[in-house]
């Protein structure tokens, strides 16, 4: 591969807030359940125990719903990666390290999603910001209930998001970087709208809506239906 540099043309940011419009359940690591805890609990920031969004769940999530809908999405369902230096989803999302530079650096950096000043006002009030759905997988033959119980955030929560976009001159002036901000960037945040973020999303979890979006300067976005 002949030598390239990579030289930053802009920086554009998207900045908004998450609305949680039907139970939010991003479920913790095992290290972190308690004894006699939740089997299912949320994760939350250690420093003060107020849930949170980790980028890498948003990010992972956007890069998912971009696979399937540019056909990216392998045999063997593992996540995308190619030597092309061209590919939307490796230049957006980024690659291993290990693999070679290829589409270059990842432009896309996702910054996890703090409660809102609003969510955090209710969380500092003592108001519930979490709820435990109680639900039942029945035994067939038996019919036995299997009692799950699972924590979400409850509807109405806001979190604020952050994204940051790297523009980057491989020789084009930008053009296809600016080109996936709109083709890429912009259409997963209209795909995770019309999906779900988090667990248990076929059972009514996860639905959410992006409002409030704006970009570097201040001016509104809008995401195409």
């Known amino acids: 591969m002949s030598e390239k540099n990579w030289n930053i043309k802009q920086i554009k940011r998207i900045i908004g807030q998450i609305e949680v419009l039907t139970g939010l359940h991003i479920g913790a690591s095992p290290e972190r359940m308690e004894i006699g805890g939740l089997d299912n609990p949320i994760i939350r920031n250690p420093a ?18 971009m696979e399937w809908h540019l056909g990216k999405l392998g045999p063997d369902g593992e996540v995308h990666t190619c030597n092309q230096e061209d590919c939307p989803i490796c230049r957006v999302f980024g690659k291993p390290a290990s693999d070679e ?37 029945i035994n067939r033959i038996t019919a036995m209930a299997n009692p799950r119980p699972l924590e979400r955030v409850v509807p109405g929560v ?13 020789g084009d002036g930008g ?3 600016l080109q996936n901000f709109g083709k890429v960037v912009l259409k997963a945040l209209s795909l995770l709208q019309a999906d779900f973020l988090g667990g248990c999303g076929s059972r009514g979890c996860g639905k959410v809506r992006l409002v409030d979006l704006k970009d570097e300067t201040g001016s509104p976005i809008s995401l195409e239906s």
């Open 101 to 137: 530079a290829g589409a270059g650096p990842t432009r896309l950096i996702v910054r996890d999603c703090m409660l809102s000043e609003p969510a955090r006002e209710r969380f500092l009030d003592g108001k519930e910001l979490t709820e435990v759905k109680h639900e039942n997988s």
């Open 175 to 177: 053009a296809m970087d």
């Open 48 to 65: 003060n125990g107020e849930p949170y969004i980790p980028g890498s769940s948003l990010k992972g999530k956007m890069r998912s719903l």
């Open 158 to 170: 806001t979190f604020d998001l952050d994204l940051v976009y790297r523009v980057i001159d491989t």
